[in-house]
């Protein structure tokens, strides 16, 4: 997609019962849920997943609305058939089950993913875009892959170690003002490391308001008051990615 072209951040199609518009592959290892634009394109995003795993709807609709933009986007289950979390789990087992599900663990994912889209999709530039868990894995895959061209962390959970700042890559942060799990004074703290020891570009961008998983709620219009708030993220986060891809 040039970088002129005006974004479409959202209607693909109708999403009352939304399955996905791409197909379920065996990607090395593990398995992956990838999505192609109408048109050839050499430009790919890697979505990565929230706690609800790579094959819920909501995230499935985000990597078809990139395709509908012009990006090949590939979905992998970076949790290599380990059952994701289930909103009838005890929350008081969360740390236990997230022990093996480490979002700064998937190097070996990410390489796969990478042979992929270089060998087998013709892609020369490729960028990140995670929610909640891959919101954190993308600000990981920031400050580890110089060949991911652009980054964008939706909501991913900070870690405050002083190695977290120095970003390899361009990278949006987006986040919830009312987000109960993210606390607005920890979004403070990145912000003002980042400006401290980060040199590449970045932006930090905090939505009035809203709560966790905003972004990629499936159904938008289902809650019209929050709408201007989700179809701006998403414009930005597209426009982030035509900026730098």
């Not at 592959?25 to 050839?40: D, F």
């Not at 290599?80 to 070996?108: A, C, H, M, Y």
């Not at 991913?156 to 002083?162: C, K, S």
């Not at 700042?165 to 942060?173: A, C, E, G, I, Q």
Request: negative net charge; charged residues 25%.
């Amino acid at each position: 997609m040039a970088n002129e072209a005006k974004p479409c951040p959202c209607h693909i199609g109708d999403r009352a019962d939304y399955g996905g518009l791409g197909q379920e592959i065996q990607l090395e290892h593990t398995k992956a849920y990838v999505v192609k634009p109408s048109a050839a394109s050499d430009k790919a995003i890697v979505v990565i997943q929230d706690i609800y795993g790579w094959q819920l709807s909501n995230t499935r609709y985000m990597a078809d609305m990139l395709a509908d933009n012009g990006y090949i986007a590939v979905c992998p289950d970076f949790y290599v058939g380990k059952e994701p979390w289930s909103p009838s789990n005890d929350w008081f087992t969360f740390q236990e089950w997230l022990e093996d599900r480490n979002p700064t663990g998937i190097n070996k994912e990410m390489d796969a993913v990478l042979r992929f889209l270089t060998e087998q999709c013709g892609a020369k530039h490729i960028g990140a875009v995670g929610f909640c868990w891959g919101g954190v894995a993308t600000h990981y895959l920031a400050l580890q892959y110089p060949e991911i061209k652009a980054g964008v962390s939706v909501y991913g959970i900070i870690r405050e170690r002083e190695d977290r700042y120095d970003l390899k890559v361009p990278t949006l942060f987006i986040f919830g003002e009312k987000d109960e799990i993210i606390p607005l004074d920890q979004v403070s703290v990145l912000e003002a490391k980042l400006k401290e020891k980060c040199t590449a570009d970045y932006q930090v961008k905090i939505f009035p308001g809203q709560t966790h998983g905003f972004v990629h709620r499936k159904r938008e219009d289902m809650n019209p008051t929050d709408k201007p708030s989700i179809l701006e993220a998403r414009t930005d986060l597209l426009n982030w990615l035509n900026k730098y891809m």
